[in-house]
């Protein structure tokens, strides 16, 4: 008998709305994430996506532990300011599921993309399978920019690299930003087996950007393997700050004085690389261009809002953390030099602090990053946390329970709901204070979420 879900009258349609197609999705399959490309390969050709979604475009595909939602923002911000149809995949979303889905950077409608999933459950039942969620909906954006005839797709691997649903899509340019310990159930504990998945993405004589100075042998083997051009961060290409508003970057061809980015110098200068290390045609003012105008929401994003000062990152491993603090320290220098500037800063009132408004998923090792905040040189001195609503969110008993393995209880306050402590940190905080956000992308999500609705 076979596993699949046969259509019943509950099955959404073209009239249904997004949020029946989400619900839906997320119910079909056994498990929400289920690593392999068995059952995907025969619903994506019934699609016509193995043989023709490419087209004529030109694929960078970004795989990594951390960045490559930064850096898929860049690359693709560059493509669309040298006259280039973009499309962007990325994942997850912080506020809407559109956010996933962008062509020109403007998110696809809900119109589309319920166009897009019928046809996908079509292929779906067609070829008695289940799909998980994120398997539908990657086969159903990657539809979107074949049918939109997108000249540049932009893809974020969401999980690994070797099996992940994006990997259907051969690239032409390969970007692994970084590699870390994160997702052990599923990529493995060292960073062998790890950069050995997401250093799946590789194809023959293709171009990869490697975009840490540190590479594990299994990645160097699958360079080898594929004859692959390599171009590593510190030996092919080098970046530095000039200053609070410009940036050099240097390969052996060309050295650029750039206006600074909102986001990581370290991602944009991978970003970078891989535009240049590219045929398209994108030249400096479009590189100048997208620069000064990408943005992504919740990646190191510090925003004065609701008379308070806040940083949005979702760090939310080792590595992601240590990344989070090497610019926060600079950040709260700054912060500290502005408060006292400004009419924030009173005589005799309370020295300005950090106050961290965190929660993060259950499967992740929250001992070593909550160990690495506690144990900066910051003024951190409490701590508001609540459960998120998601199926594998941590619970506000085990994040308490680690907290206070490394910080006193009494800068710890607990709350049912992340909305009842985003509200709290806000009551607690004064004008003068970073609130800093961070643990997951459900965390963020959620804190962006509570701040509207408070508007």
């Not at 206006?259 to 290390?277: C, E, F, G, H």
């Not at 005799?348 to 909550?370: E, N």
């Not at 909305?419 to 800093?436: E, G, N, P, R």
Request: proline share 3%.
């Amino acid at each position: 008998m076979s596993d699949s879900l046969v259509a019943t009258s509950s099955t959404p349609d073209n009239q249904s709305s997004l949020t029946e197609w989400l619900n839906y999705m997320q119910q079909i399959h056994v498990s929400a994430i289920d690593m392999g490309l068995s059952r995907v390969l025969p619903v994506a050709e019934a699609l016509g996506l193995v043989q023709s979604a490419k087209n004529d475009a030109y694929v960078f595909t970004v795989a990594g532990t951390n960045g490559k939602g930064s850096t898929t923002a860049v690359i693709a911000q560059m493509c669309q300011a040298a006259g280039y149809k973009t499309a962007l995949y990325q994942s997850p979303h912080l506020s809407v599921f559109n956010e996933r889905v962008r062509i020109d950077g403007e998110m696809v409608s809900d119109e589309t993309l319920i166009n897009a999933f019928n046809k996908v459950e079509a292929a779906r039942l067609q070829c008695d399978l289940t799909l998980s969620f994120f398997e539908m909906t990657t086969l159903a954006a990657l539809l979107i920019f074949a049918e939109a005839n997108c000249a540049v797709w932009v893809l974020e691997v969401g999980l690994g690299g070797r099996l992940d649903v994006v990997n259907i899509i051969d690239p032409d340019m390969a970007v692994i930003t970084n590699i870390g310990i994160d997702h052990i159930d599923w990529l493995g504990d060292n960073v062998e087996d790890i950069g050995r998945e997401k250093a799946g993405i590789l194809r023959e004589d293709i171009t990869l950007i490697y975009g840490a100075t540190t590479m594990p042998d299994s990645v160097q083997q699958a360079i080898d393997q594929h004859q692959a051009r390599c171009y590593q961060v510190e030996q092919d290409f080098a970046y530095q700050s000039l200053d609070s508003a410009t940036w050099q970057y240097s390969n052996a061809a060309v050295t650029m004085q750039l206006p600074r980015p909102a986001l990581s110098l370290m991602n944009t200068a991978n970003a970078l690389s891989a535009v240049l290390a590219s045929p398209l045609d994108i030249d400096i003012s479009a590189i100048e261009q997208a620069l000064q105008t990408v943005k992504l929401a919740g990646r190191f994003d510090y925003r004065h809002t609701h008379q308070r000062h806040w940083l949005f990152d979702v760090a939310h491993n080792e590595q992601g953390v240590e990344f989070l603090l090497t610019q926060l320290v600079p950040l709260w220098q700054q912060h500290l030099a502005e408060q006292h500037e400004s009419k924030d800063s009173h005589s005799g009132s309370q020295p300005a602090s950090i106050k961290m408004l965190f929660s993060m998923l259950g499967d992740k090792d929250i001992d070593h990053v909550v160990q690495r905040l506690s144990q900066a040189s910051l003024p951190i001195n409490e701590w508001f946390i609540a459960e998120i609503d998601y199926p594998r969110a941590a619970s506000t008993e085990h994040l308490y329970s680690v907290l206070s393995r490394h910080v006193e209880q009494t800068q710890i306050h607990q709350f049912d709901r992340l909305k009842d402590a985003t509200q709290a940190v806000m009551q607690a905080s004064s004008a003068q204070d970073l609130i800093v956000v961070c643990g997951s992308f459900h965390t963020i999500g959620e804190a962006l979420a509570a701040l509207t609705t408070d508007q």
